[in-house]
């Protein structure tokens, strides 16, 4: 019997560790991701399911201090411009805690907003929960989440493109192509890229 017991407490012990490194994994392609709601430069609160004419959403995670995001901005901007017409706009998450990186405090995302102009939401994830969740390593990184009903499907995890530094010399667009995919009702031709940047500045416990 006793045998029984520790045997009992290994299997659940041996799962309760899977699971737990799995949550850690963040979201896949094909999960459905949750919303959430956080403070947008503007001081309201984004989420979302407050936008009821999107088909889905260019969740990136991106912040003001990282120049892989600088080089990135503007292809950001023109991500936007191109697909929240066809319902799916950007909204870019910071993730980094301000303690760690001072740059990316509320304050500053608000300056860099105005100085770049943003045309797409910036919010901050203060609490780091939401980023978490997601399971962002990267700054930039980008969620493309297709509307299904009331569930957010992940369709593509990664980066922008194949070329940080120079825009015109990319050779692969991931997202635009997981996005002209999505929107054709095509297979997404590479659902998963590695997203090449910054990491993300974690609180410290």
Not at 4 to 16: D, E, I, S
Not at 54 to 69: D, H, K
Not at 97 to 121: I, L, T, V, Y
Not at 148 to 155: E, P, R, T
Request: hydrophobic share 35%; proline share 4%; net charge negative.
């Amino acid at each position: 019997m006793k045998l029984k017991v520790q045997h009992l407490f290994g299997f659940l012990f041996a799962f309760l560790i899977c699971h737990s490194i799995q949550a850690q994994d963040g979201y896949q392609v094909g999960d459905k991701a949750s919303d959430f709601k956080l403070k947008n430069v503007d001081g309201s609160y984004v989420s979302m399911g407050d936008h009821d004419d999107a088909e889905g959403f260019l969740v990136i995670f991106s912040c003001n201090t990282c120049p892989y995001v600088v080089a990135y901005e503007d292809r950001m901007i023109a991500l936007h411009n191109q697909f929240a017409p066809k319902g799916y706009p950007v909204i870019a998450i910071n993730p980094n805690d301000d303690g760690a990186s001072p740059g990316d405090s509320f304050e500053k995302m608000k300056e860099r907003a105005d100085a770049k102009n943003f045309p797409f939401a910036y919010v901050y994830d203060e609490t780091q929960e939401t980023t978490k969740e997601y399971g962002a390593t990267n700054t930039p990184q980008v969620y493309l989440l297709e509307k299904d009903g009331n569930d957010y499907i992940v369709k593509y995890v990664g980066a922008i493109d194949n070329n940080y530094q120079d825009a015109s010399s990319v050779t692969k667009k991931y997202v635009e192509d997981a996005m002209e995919a999505v929107l054709t009702g095509d297979e997404v031709p590479e659902k998963k890229t590695k997203a090449v940047g910054c990491t993300i500045k974690w609180r410290k416990s």
